[in-house]
């Protein structure tokens, strides 16, 4: 009975262990079966695309970069290929000197690539690599590939690289490119453009390089390439080819440019040639100038320091920033808004004495016993100061603001270039506003009248009194300032205008312009630049500027054989030709170049004469100019011009204020 009862009892605890067993295993089914729709049904699209990208590699295909024009298809800014031998710091191993030391007896690596380095391995990231010497012969190229084996981490690699072939012409034009800095990559990874520049090094960092960046640089195209376990390439799987960048094509003629610069010789300045029919800005000179070759691959210290320090400030873009006072070259526009706003006649004589009093302050003619009796033809012809003090006496701070404000004045132009200054065109509102104590900023009377000859706190920019003088030559038709004319697609070479049409008309009278035009044609025939211009083969009009640098002390008289260098005035010069159909128009300034006549009005004539003529200047063997020092008050910031710390001086009782010397 016993023996009966534990068979039992086995069969029982047999078949619970069978089913428990068959349980279980029902369970790891369905947790495999679970696992395997989760793998496969659920999270299929990830995990394919995660072993495609294990599988499957995406190489970045770095555009051609644009290339930069002048008008006549002069190429300022091409690309060429060259071989570079670049590190990746994460993959090595050894002491980093030591690697370049043995680097250097395959590779001529000098102290100065060693620096540049250093300096671009504290800029980038570990996994990224990094050039020790770019543009390698193919002698190095040769020797590295032989013993490549010796070097992991290391490797040469085909870069395109960008050169400007015209040197130091027309650099702060072209500007220039260089590495992506860390700062460069935040800013681009904040973009929605960030991605387009994988596989990019260089991006624009002055000049039209930089304000054209994103068509200059096109778009980045990309390869999927199938690689093995071993990062090895097997083949490629799909490519989309990048698209290359616009060109653009410059409204500047680089001859003129050339021409203009070498006119300047050491002297230093600016000037800027616009054709006023379509805004074309035909020469952009700033000078000193630099060469822009030398930002590309990362500027060394010496020549940085060079550019940096030198007093002569080859890196700024005296053009574009640049604040100085207008002289006499202001005198036109006054005239005009004489004219247009019924304060003078043309035939209107006013009696010249040679100085001009108001309260107890006298502002003198530069001409002793003054000019006698004078018109507004003679007031311009002959740059008669009086004249002008007493207009802008009559006419306000306010009416001659809002006279100037259309013609450019003291407002950006929109010029395709950044960083651009506005100066200063003074109003009762802009005082206000510019100061901060009540007293400095009521706006006195006196302020007024030295504002009437371009000096006082009028302060431009070289380009806008070149715009204006365009506008003033197109009879009031505004047209955009502009350096890039059109852009052009590489492939189908197909061309955009950048600036269409013109802005705006400022109202004037024609008969009142044809009366400005026809006395800045008398300074030329008969007036303060008649020398320079005799025998020309067209007829231009024009206007000579002098700008005081520092005061002249009472009973003192200038002098500049007794003057420091720096403290001479600034030679200007405006002018348009030909008269009747004007196609350029120009305004320059060379600094302490001293009376306009002198300094300024030639370089323009030798513009002219090639602009015009196709003349080219003889080659004079003028003696060096002494370097000076460049006032810092030149180029203050936007913020220092809208909050100056004080406001300049007005005139004290008794005091005499000396006019311009044209």
Not at 340 to 357: M, N, S, V, W
Not at 588 to 599: D, K, M, T, W
Request: aromatic content about 8%; charged content about 25%.
């Amino acid at each position: 009975m016993n023996e009966f009862k534990n068979t039992e009892r086995e069969i029982y605890l047999f078949r619970v262990r069978l089913v428990v067993i068959a349980l279980f295993v029902l369970i790891c089914f369905s947790l495999l079966v679970a696992r395997f729709v989760w793998l496969q049904v659920i999270r299929h699209d990830e995990y394919v695309a995660a072993a495609d990208e294990n599988r499957i590699d995406i190489v970045p295909i770095v555009p051609n970069r644009g290339l930069i024009m002048d008008r006549n298809g002069v190429v300022l800014a091409q690309n060429y290929s060259a071989y570079t031998l670049e590190i990746t710091p994460s993959k090595i191993k050894q002491d980093m000197d030591l690697l370049i030391d043995d680097l250097a007896d395959l590779v001529d690596i000098q102290p100065k690539h060693r620096k540049r380095f250093r300096k671009l391995l504290e800029e980038s990231k570990s996994f990224e690599s990094i050039p020790i010497r770019t543009r390698l012969t193919d002698d190095e190229v040769a020797r590295f590939i032989a013993q490549r084996f010796r070097f992991p981490g290391v490797d040469i690699q085909a870069r395109l690289f960008r050169h400007y072939p015209q040197g130091e012409s027309a650099s702060h034009v072209i500007g220039y490119i260089g590495r992506i800095s860390q700062k460069d990559a935040e800013a681009l990874e904040e973009s929605e453009d960030g991605a387009n520049y994988n596989g990019t090094d260089y991006i624009g960092k002055e000049g039209l390089e930089k304000s054209y960046e994103a068509m200059l640089h096109g778009r980045t195209g990309f390869e999927q390439v199938e690689v093995s376990a071993g990062g090895r390439a097997v083949r490629t799987l799909s490519r989309t080819p990048p698209v290359s960048g616009k060109n653009l094509i410059l409204s500047v003629d680089i001859e003129l440019q050339k021409i203009v610069e070498e006119a300047f010789g050491d002297r230093r300045g600016a000037l800027v040639a616009i054709e006023p029919k379509t805004g074309d800005v035909l020469a952009f000179v700033s000078k000193p100038t630099y060469d822009p070759n030398l930002f590309v691959e990362g500027i060394d210290q010496q020549s940085w320091n060079e550019l940096n320090t030198s007093e002569d400030r080859p890196l700024l873009n005296r053009p574009l920033t640049g604040a100085y006072p207008p002289g006499s070259t202001y005198k036109p526009f006054m005239g005009l808004a004489a004219l247009e706003l019924g304060k003078r006649t043309p035939h209107q004589i006013y009696a010249d004495p040679g100085y001009f009093t108001f309260g107890n302050h006298t502002f003198k003619d530069d001409k002793p016993g003054g000019h006698g009796g004078v018109d507004l033809y003679r007031s311009i012809a002959q740059s008669c100061d009086t004249y002008y003090y007493a207009l802008a006496n009559d006419m306000g701070v306010d009416m001659i603001h809002d006279f100037m404000k259309p013609f450019g004045f003291g407002q950006k132009t929109g010029i395709d270039l950044e960083h651009e200054r506005t100066g200063i065109l003074p109003s009762t509102e802009w005082k206000r506003r510019a100061f901060k104590k009540p007293q400095q900023q009521r706006w006195i009377p006196g302020d007024t009248i030295s504002l009437g000859i371009g000096q006082g706190q009028n302060t431009f920019t070289p380009l806008q009194m070149a715009h204006a003088m365009a506008t003033l030559a197109n009879n009031g038709v505004v047209m955009k300032p502009h350096l890039v004319k059109m852009t052009e697609d590489p492939v189908s070479h197909q061309r955009e205008l950048t600036v269409p049409k013109e802005s705006y008309r400022i109202p004037l009278k024609q008969e009142n312009i044809d009366i400005i035009k026809n006395a800045m044609v008398g300074v030329v025939r008969e007036g303060t630049s008649a020398r320079v211009f005799a025998g020309a083969e067209y007829v231009s009009g024009g206007k000579t500027g002098t700008a005081q640098v520092i005061s002249i002390k009472k009973g003192e008289k200038y002098d500049a054989k007794r003057m420091a260098a720096r403290h001479l005035d600034h030679s200007l010069y405006i002018a348009f030709a030909p008269v009747d159909q004007p196609k350029i128009a120009v305004a320059i300034i060379v600094e302490n170049g001293g009376f306009g006549a002198e300094a300024a009005a030639p370089i323009v004539r030798k513009a002219l004469d090639y602009y015009l003529l196709g003349k080219r200047p003889v080659k004079e063997n003028r003696e060096p100019q002494p370097k000076v020092q460049s006032d810092p008050a030149l180029f203050r910031s936007d913020q220092e011009l809208k909050n100056p710390a004080e406001p300049p001086p007005s005139p004290k009782p008794g005091e005499e204020t000396t006019g311009n010397k044209d």
